[in-house]
C-alpha cells in the first residue's frame, strides 16, 4: 500500500472544492464510441482501461459552526431560561420523532410500539416534556453516573405567572448564575449526591427523570405500559461508540407486587420483530444479562458485529416511584437501534441535514441505508498541554472539542502522559481523528479547526499549550 503522501488523494482533493465521492461503478469504454485513451501527456503509451472504474463526485453541504440556542422551560411552577451548550445545538428541536416524521428513530419507535401493543396494553403520552429537570428530583445511581450530566446554570428563573419568583420561592429550587454554563468552563462533576443537589438543573441523561410524573397522573391504569419518546444528553468522551445525544423510549408499567408478569419476554418477542437476524446464525440476536438485584435490572443487548447494550430494564419494588405497586421500566436507545437495523456505520448520520439521507426512507419497507459519502478522508492531529492533574477537566476538553470542531471529531485517544517529579503540572497529549460522514471535510479544513481548538482550549480550559 502507498503512502498517504504519494497516493491518488482523489477523495481528498476533491474535499478541497467541496464535493465527496457518492458513487464508484465500472467504465466500460466500448459504450461510448468517440472515447480514446491516451497516455500521460499524450504519449504513445497509453493508460488501461481494462477494470477501470468511473468516480462519481457530488457537492456537499458546507460547514458550519455551532450557534449558540437559548431554551425556556417549564419545571412546575418555575420558568426556566437558560442556553443549551454549544456542542448539543444541532441536536436540539430537530422534531425526529414527529407524528410524520419517516426518519429512521422514528420507524423504529413506531414498529417497536407497534409490536408491543399486540402484546400488552400501551399508552402513549403525547405532551411534551421538559429537558432540563432538578437535581433535588435526583435520578437512581445505578440509572445514570452524575458525572456524566451537563449541568445548567440559568440565566434567569421565574414564575410561571406574570409575578417573578422571590428569594424563598426560589430557594426550593435554585438560585439563577448570571451566564449559562459553555464547554469550556471548568465545572468540576462530582457523584456525590449532597454535591449533585447544590450543582440545581441539568439536561436530562434519561427519560427515568420523568417516571415519578407518569406514575402519578391522572387516570394511571395499573398492567398498562406508558410510553415517552424524546432526546436525552450525556457527557462523555469523544469516540467512534459514544453518543453524546440520542433518542430514547422510556415504556414503564405498574403492576401488583402478587402477580409477576413476564415482561422481559414480551419485550424480547418484540424486539425481535422490529431487529432483522443475521441470516449466517442461528445464535440468539438479543441477549438480557442481569446487572443487579437491588433493583433487578437486566442490561439489553444486541448481538451484530459485536455487542452493544442497546437498553435495560428494571423491576422496581414499591416505595421508590410508587408506595404500593411494582414498576416495570424500559428504556431504549432508539439511535443504536436505527443503526442496527439500517446499517448506519456512523451516528453522526443520524443527524444529518443532508436530504440525500431522509430520502432514503419510507413508512413501508426497512432498507439498508445506502451511503453518499464513500470513503471519506481521515486526517489525525496531536494536541499537547500542561495541566494542573487535580483540577483538569477531561470532560469538560472533549466537550470543547466537540463544540470548537463542529463534531467533525470522530475519535480522541490519549496516547501520552507524563509527570516530573519536581513540577506540580502534568502533560498530556491527545490525539485527534477528523472524519465527516456526510459532508467534505478537507486537509486545510481540518488544519483550520486544529487551530481553531487550540485557541480555545488556552483561553477555555486555562491550559499551557506545548
Known sequence: MREWHNSWQVVAMAAEAGFILSEICPFDCAKYHSYRSTGYRSQDKTFHVEGALNHIFTRSLPFTSVQAVAVQETLGKHRVCFQIPEELSEYINRGFLGRHSHHP?????????????????????????????????????????????YWIRPSEVGLTGSEEASAEELNSSVQPETQPVTSGEAVSNSTGTEEAVKKGYGLRSSLMVHAHEVLHQKGFQVETFYTISGPVFRKIPVSRDNLPAFHETLLICGFDPERRPDYIRVLQRSLEKVIPPRLDSSERLLTFQ??????????????????????????????????????????????????????????????????????QFCQTELRPLQSFSLHPPLYQHDVSFWVDPLSFDEL???????????????????????????????????RLSYQACDRALSSRKAQELQLRLREQIQQRLQVTLR
Open 290 to 359: 442481569k446487572l443487579s438485584d437491588a433493583p433487578v435490572l437486566h442490561g439489553i443487548s444486541v448481538k451484530q458485529k459485536g455487542e452493544r447494550q442497546v437498553g435495560w430494564i428494571a423491576v422496581i419494588p414499591p416505595g421508590r416511584f410508587h408506595p404500593g405497586l411494582h414498576v416495570c421500566a424500559v428504556t431504549l436507545n432508539l439511535d443504536l437501534l436505527a443503526m442496527l437495523v439500517f446499517g448506519v456505520q456512523d451516528w453522526r448520520m443520524l443527524w444529518s441535514s443532508d436530504p440525500r439521507f431522509l430520502d
Open 105 to 149: 428513530v422514528n420507524l423504529i419507535n413506531e414498529r417497536l410500539l407497534k409490536e408491543l401493543s399486540s402484546l400488552v396494553p400501551v399508552q402513549r403520552i403525547e405532551r411534551e416534556l421538559p429537558l432540563l429537570f432538578h437535581s433535588s428530583k435526583g435520578l437512581p445511581d445505578w440509572l445514570c453516573d452524575l458525572s456524566n450530566i
Open 396 to 430: 469538560g476538553f472533549h466537550s470543547l472539542v466537540r463544540q470548537a470542531t463542529a463534531g467533525a471529531v470522530i475519535d480522541v485517544r490519549l496516547v501520552d502522559s507524563f509527570q516530573y517529579p519536581h513540577m506540580p503540572q502534568a502533560s498530556r497529549c491527545y
